[in-house]
């Protein structure tokens, strides 16, 4: 077996569904950051273990859970609250773990590639699928570090990936809700590229390494010194990578990230125009 552990902020619309793709686990956590709504009595209501730590970036919180919460189990599975379980994904997770125990245990963590959706459908073009994500933990060992404004795996782990999804639902709340988060995550994600970017020809090399998920984290940071971002952002996601294919909510979908790349592009222009 497995625990889970579920971030919240304010989180009663969307945690009833998160939750009902559970059956069978026992032992799920929902780590909240100061919730002035009903999640921690939905949450409980479940059978849920509620703790509460103030939010300081994605990559804490998480690593939070693996240091303080009670877990029942060596691994545990993150999920946010707008995301949820599947059966083919929850019956993988417990063979792994179940593979994966004492002097068997041959890695630290999984790359669990989310299935991304927009008003109720899939846009695998649109956002880039597989694009994988560290979800899977073996709580003594793995540890996330910040990346602009989500979390990466830290140098170093051990990991493998595994072959089904978890869904995301990206418009569970709404787009007014989607546009406020990603106006924070456009200044998260500048700040840290201004600060931590490498040299271009570093940046250039990398377009050819080996790994897919390094090739697309260093087109990710090429993409921060394009001109016209957000028309790029358009052409790329909507025509290169055939996000017309994901019909209207694809069209809908890459209208946005081009405005988030707005977002990007406005705080980049406040950094390079902050006294030094």
């Avoid at 809700?177 to 998260?188: G, M, P, Q, T, V």
């Avoid at 358009?234 to 994901?246: A, I, S, T």
Wanted: hydrophobic share 45%.
């Amino acid at each position: 077996m497995f625990s889970v552990v579920i971030l919240t902020l304010n989180e009663a619309r969307n945690l009833p569904a998160c939750l009902a793709t559970l059956p069978g686990v026992d032992d799920i956590h929902v780590l909240d950051s100061g919730s002035t709504d009903a999640t921690a009595r939905i949450a409980r209501a479940a059978g849920a273990h509620v703790s509460v730590n103030a939010f300081e970036n994605f990559a804490q919180q998480r690593n939070h859970a693996h240091t303080a919460l009670p877990l029942r189990h060596p691994w545990v599975f993150h999920l946010d609250a707008d995301e949820r379980m599947t059966p083919a994904l929850l019956a993988e997770l417990r063979a792994a773990a179940a593979a994966q125990t004492g002097p068997a245990r041959t890695v630290d963590g999984f790359w669990v590639a989310p299935r991304m959706l927009w008003e109720g459908r899939w846009v695998p073009r649109c956002t880039d699928y597989p694009a994988w994500q560290a979800r899977f933990c073996h709580a003594a060992t793995f540890r996330f570090v910040e990346r602009g404004h989500g979390q990466r795996e830290a140098g170093g782990l051990r990991l493998s990936r595994l072959q089904a999804n978890y869904e995301h639902d990206m418009s569970a709340s709404g787009v007014d809700d989607w546009l406020a988060k990603h106006r924070r995550y456009a200044r998260r994600e500048a700040e840290a590229w201004f600060a931590h970017h490498r040299p271009l020809p570093s940046e250039l090399l990398e377009l050819f390494a080996a790994s897919p998920l390094a090739r697309r984290r260093a087109l990710k940071s090429l993409s921060y010194r394009l001109p016209a971002r957000p028309f790029a952002r358009f052409v790329y996601q909507y025509l290169l990578r055939g996000g017309f294919l994901d019909g209207a909510p694809g069209w809908r979908y890459c209208r946005l990230l081009a405005r988030y790349e707005g977002f990007a592009a406005a705080e980049l222009s406040r950094l390079r125009d902050a006294p030094r």
